[in-house]
């Protein structure tokens, strides 16, 4: 089946009789069993409510579907699912490699946590490709890739990076987030493991968090499982429902974030206060190549760097949004634009733009009541002396 009716056809009720077309919501921190034996089956596979009901097997069978992999485990974050992802492969003495455009978060976790723990992490050029092999080193467990990136958007050399991981012994996880899992088959490309934040594009309506974790192979799978249990990761009923839910409307809702930001990006790189535009279907874009091969669409979030403006009238731009929201995450139906700093997220590369990133979400509205917010925005910027 083609993504469009696996998103439909998956995770849906077992037949009998009459049943309704969505999982029901199963609530439970206890399961009894009617007997003894049962009771010992039950413990074999760890039947609890923390571990997830009939709603997360659900959802974890359709994210399967759609990325293509063994087994989906949940986590009730994005970040979580990241952590965890981590945490299973590594122990005091082992090494990460981590791409220098990753999420800040997961950056954090690994300088101010596994640091704690005596796991070293290294943090590499996004678009290094191959030469990621002069960084290994018999301890390096886990090569992690975000592509595109977070802030910057460098599409990275996904097959590169699973041959160099693969021959390392390494296990190679990618953040998938950016392209909904519809976009990029991560797991087709040679990685070991896939994270969404489906608090974004696979929920889509920003009113739950969860995280999703994929693994190409049983043995992976086994070790991503135990690493949640210990760790006591659980989500609820309800996030899994809602996720899933909004997983039915992914394939449109992902195409129409394409064409509007499309539209958006190609405008916005004509104005005159944009020195350029960091969107991965534009050849300006790094790594343009990388996607052309690897990705089937772009989403909706793309960045822009302006020239050289003062505070004043960046804050007056902002102020002048009306349609254009001002808050962090991105995927669901409604447009976002916030200002980001990604030189303060870089060691193994220096941030050299002059003028200030905007980080766009292009949502679900009419492009040319979008275009309009923007042009209001920069006239009021255009209008307002530097300071």
Same mark, same amino acid.
């Given at each position: 089946?083609?993504?469009?009716?696996?998103?439909?056809? !998956?995770?849906?009720?077992?037949?009998?009789?009459?049943?309704?077309?969505?999982?029901?919501?199963?609530?439970?921190? !206890?399961?009894?069993?009617?007997?003894?034996?049962?009771?010992?089956?039950?413990?074999?596979?760890?039947?609890?409510? /923390?571990? $997830?009901?009939?709603?997360? /097997?659900?959802? #974890?069978?359709?994210?399967?579907?759609?990325?293509?992999?063994?087994?989906? /485990?949940?986590? &009730?974050?994005?970040?979580?699912?990241?952590?965890?992802?981590?945490?299973?492969?590594?122990? *005091?003495?082992?090494?990460?490699?981590?791409?220098?455009?990753?999420?800040?978060?997961?950056?954090?976790?690994?300088?101010?946590?596994? *640091?704690? =723990?005596?796991? #070293?992490?290294?943090?590499?050029?996004?678009?290094?490709?191959?030469?990621?092999? +002069?960084?290994?080193?018999?301890? !390096?467990?886990?090569?992690?890739?975000?592509?595109?990136?977070? @802030?910057? =958007? #460098?599409?990275?050399?996904? &097959?590169?990076?699973?041959?160099?991981?693969?021959?390392?012994?390494?296990?190679?996880?990618?953040?998938?987030?950016?392209? $909904?899992?519809?976009?990029?088959?991560?797991? !087709? @490309?040679?990685?070991?493991?896939?994270?969404?934040?489906?608090?974004?594009?696979?929920?889509?309506?920003?009113?739950?968090?969860?995280?999703?974790?994929?693994?190409?192979?049983?043995?992976?799978a086994k070790t991503i499982y135990m690493a949640l249990l210990q760790i006591g990761s659980n989500v609820s009923a309800d996030d899994a429902y809602l996720t899933l839910r909004g997983m039915r409307t992914l394939h449109p809702r992902m195409k129409a974030h394409e064409q509007s930001a499309l539209l958006l990006a190609k405008w916005l790189a004509k104005r005159p206060e944009v020195e350029c535009v960091l969107h991965p279907a534009l050849k300006s874009c790094p790594g343009h190549a990388?996607?052309?091969?690897?990705?089937?669409? *772009?989403?909706?979030?793309?960045?822009?760097?302006?020239?050289?403006?003062?505070?004043?009238?960046?804050?007056?731009?902002?102020?002048?949004?009306?349609?254009?929201?001002?808050? =962090?995450?991105?995927?669901?139906?409604?447009?976002?634009?916030?200002?980001?700093?990604? #030189?303060?997220?870089?060691?193994?590369?220096?941030?050299?733009?002059?003028?200030?990133?905007?980080?766009?979400?292009?949502?679900?509205?009419?492009?040319?009541?979008?275009? *309009?917010?923007? +042009? /209001?925005?920069?006239?009021?910027?255009? %209008?307002?002396?530097? %300071?």
């Amino acid at each position: 089946m083609k993504d469009k009716t696996k998103l439909i056809a !998956t995770g849906r009720p077992h037949k009998r009789p009459f049943h309704p077309v969505n999982p029901q919501v199963e609530r439970a921190s !206890t399961y009894l069993f009617p007997t003894y034996d049962d009771y010992l089956e039950g413990g074999r596979k760890i039947i609890y409510g /923390r571990l $997830g009901g009939a709603t997360h /097997r659900a959802l #974890e069978d359709a994210v399967t579907a759609l990325e293509g992999g063994f087994e989906t /485990r949940l986590a &009730p974050s994005g970040l979580q699912a990241v952590n965890a992802s981590l945490l299973a492969f590594v122990k *005091a003495g082992d090494r990460i490699l981590i791409t220098d455009s990753a999420y800040d978060p997961t950056r954090k976790f690994c300088e101010r946590f596994l *640091a704690r =723990f005596g796991v #070293e992490t290294v943090f590499y050029d996004p678009r290094i490709g191959e030469k990621l092999s +002069e960084l290994m080193t018999p301890n !390096t467990k886990v090569v992690f890739a975000e592509s595109p990136g977070s @802030l910057t =958007f #460098e599409v990275q050399d996904i &097959p590169a990076l699973a041959s160099v991981a693969r021959e390392g012994g390494a296990k190679l996880v990618v953040d998938n987030t950016w392209s $909904g899992g519809v976009f990029m088959k991560p797991l !087709t @490309l040679g990685a070991d493991v896939v994270v969404h934040a489906g608090t974004k594009y696979l929920s889509g309506h920003s009113d739950c968090l969860i995280g999703t974790i994929t693994s190409a192979d049983e043995e992976t799978a086994k070790t991503i499982y135990m690493a949640l249990l210990q760790i006591g990761s659980n989500v609820s009923a309800d996030d899994a429902y809602l996720t899933l839910r909004g997983m039915r409307t992914l394939h449109p809702r992902m195409k129409a974030h394409e064409q509007s930001a499309l539209l958006l990006a190609k405008w916005l790189a004509k104005r005159p206060e944009v020195e350029c535009v960091l969107h991965p279907a534009l050849k300006s874009c790094p790594g343009h190549a990388f996607w052309k091969r690897d990705f089937s669409g *772009a989403s909706g979030l793309f960045g822009v760097i302006l020239k050289p403006v003062g505070k004043a009238q960046i804050k007056a731009f902002f102020n002048a949004l009306r349609l254009f929201g001002m808050g =962090f995450s991105w995927g669901g139906f409604e447009s976002l634009c916030i200002h980001v700093h990604p #030189e303060k997220n870089r060691s193994a590369t220096k941030w050299l733009a002059e003028g200030p990133v905007l980080r766009f979400h292009v949502g679900l509205e009419d492009p040319d009541d979008l275009i *309009a917010d923007l +042009e /209001r925005a920069f006239a009021l910027m255009k %209008s307002t002396g530097a %300071s």
